[in-house]
């Protein structure tokens, strides 16, 4: 069965609907599987072929195979066709195989809708300002190919853009009213089960060697920091993560149990400070060591650090306030300093080095000594240390003696504890890089460290950085300046150029600028922007009465404008509209293309009662029409006479 004319497709309109295909599904080329991504592309081409030498399409019952073959291929890849990825690459597909079925003006409007809707599966995966740019262009191309399907090859290419980018325009009043008013879900809306976060990066809540090393090597940004007032010391910025408590010989991990509450004592005025955090799938909101006020959500463990009730899976704002000189739990519980005191049963080199260094002199401070200056002088700090073995402290202390952060926070812990000083390791970033631009404190993944805590009698827990001692320009000037040549540095951190470098600075001011005040605008700043127009206690039902409100403000302005702008219809021609009224309801119907004097013609053979009445209408609406004096009196006469 062939398609009916009318709904036949314009043949010059199918290059638009392959425009607006591969303008909203290439983006996603860069986090789909790569066979996916050649599929898609061969499918674009193949159609691109058929219609270039306007072959026929492929027949229903190959396209149903194609269908059932990618679903089976993308359940094989992801073992579901349910969550964020399966779900995009179904769309993807579909999309790819709905254009080798153009033949009706209904299969292009399934592919506009298509492309529509895969604009909104990009922010599944990047909320950037260069995503945002190139959907507004991609959404602005679909508008267009749809203004194309319904108006035929008449309009120009030039026109059918200009209209699609009035229609877009017409829009933002109305977007930004809902930006603004839309009632603010707490989380992400996107967040769907299981996979909707994959991926983060950042501290795991283990530690194994080389595993914060190869964090390193990432220029992602962890966190932002905007303090009150002036930027404390470099070395007072330790950013407090997971604290690592149960050593199996090789893997570092939390104490499994309930910490009690800290004792923290308060020895300098406190820090304020706003974190901007990115969503790293774990708990711990990063404080600077140590927190004094939390944010109202915030739970502070017993080991200092602070932790949200539910894992960080989206970028979100907290305010601390914090003391750099302090004491912690000066008064600790024999539990907790026994568990800080085991050892399993490997590195005997490791232990007997310790244990000498005991009887020698009995003073936990002089072996903390003892470690440092063993580090400083025979050691080497490097981004790629050599693999460890079963006995790695032993390895490390003995043989290799190269090593990340995290070896040399690992081997002093071991050392403090086969000395009989309560030791334990901490995670998480120290330092960070001032944006001079807007002011932001930026620390990176590649700051992320790991340093010791000792727990001393009258002192309490207090911090020692091993890598302080091998490499002071580490904690001084950061992790740039602290490696040698030839480290496997992120490109970003290697840059010394000043143009280059203050280019990077006004970027990532402007992405933190588009983060705070676009992405960033949540409940709380809805709230803030309620209470200045008089309602500093709006809920949802405020909402959705001033929301209501607002668009239909808006609607009636656009009408308003709409019937202000609108056409001028000829006043013969609304006469001419009156006349084919009254024949209609006489059962006579005009068609839009058959002219007054064709209609008078046909009337004379079919309606003969009708005929001279209606002559006389159409000779007093041509001189009405196109006479040289518009003379309506004798056109509504004429109509006043029809029986």
Known sequence: MST???????????????????????????????????????????GGWLWWQDRRLPGRWLLVLLVAGGCAAILAEFHTLFGRDPGVALLVMLMALKLLELKSRRDAIVVVILGYFLLLTHYFYSQSIPTGLWLLTALWLVTATLIRVHGGSAATTRGTLRHAAVLAAQSLPFMLVLYLLFPRIPGPLWGLPQDAHAGRTGLSETMTPGNIASLA???????????????????????????????????WRPYPGVTPHPQLALLSQPVDYQTTLEGHSQRWLLALDAPSTLPADAILSGT??????????NRQRHRFSSVLDYRFNVEETQAV????????????RSVDLARRWRAENSSPQALIDKALDLFAREFFYTLRPPLLGENGIDEFLFTTRRGFCEHFAAAFVVLMRAGGVPARVVTGYQGGERNPVDGFLVVRQSDAHAWAEVWLAGRGWVRVDPTAAVSPSRIEAGIADAL????????LLQVRTDWLRTLRHRWEAINNAWNQQVIGFDRERQRDLLARFGLPDADWRDLAIALGTATALLLTASLAWALYHRPHRDPAARLWQKVLRYLARRQVHCAPWETPLAL??????????????????????LLARYGTACDLKMLRAAIARLP
Request: proline residues 12%; neutral net charge; charged residues 20%.
């Open 4 to 46: 009916p004319a009318k709904e036949a497709l314009d043949h010059s309109a199918t290059p638009w609907l392959f425009l607006a295909a591969v303008a909203t599904v290439a983006p996603h080329f860069a986090h789909q599987p790569s066979w996916l991504s050649v599929c898609v592309a061969l499918t674009f081409a193949w």
């Open 217 to 251: 090597q990432s220029s992602e940004i962890a966190f932002r920091v905007l303090f009150d007032g002036a930027l404390p010391p470099r070395d007072k910025l330790y950013w407090r993560g997971p604290v690592l408590e149960a050593f199996d010989g090789r893997i």
């Open 304 to 313: 200092l650090t602070v932790n949200a009730r539910q894992p960080v899976v």
């Open 337 to 348: 300093l026994q568990r800080n005191l085991a050892l399993p049963g490997n590195n005997p």
């Open 484 to 491: 040698p040549a030839g480290e496997p540095l992120p490109a």
């Open 600 to 621: 008078a013609v046909r009337l004379k053979a079919e309606r003969p009662e009708l005929a001279e009445p209606v002559a006389q209408v159409v000779e007093a609406y």
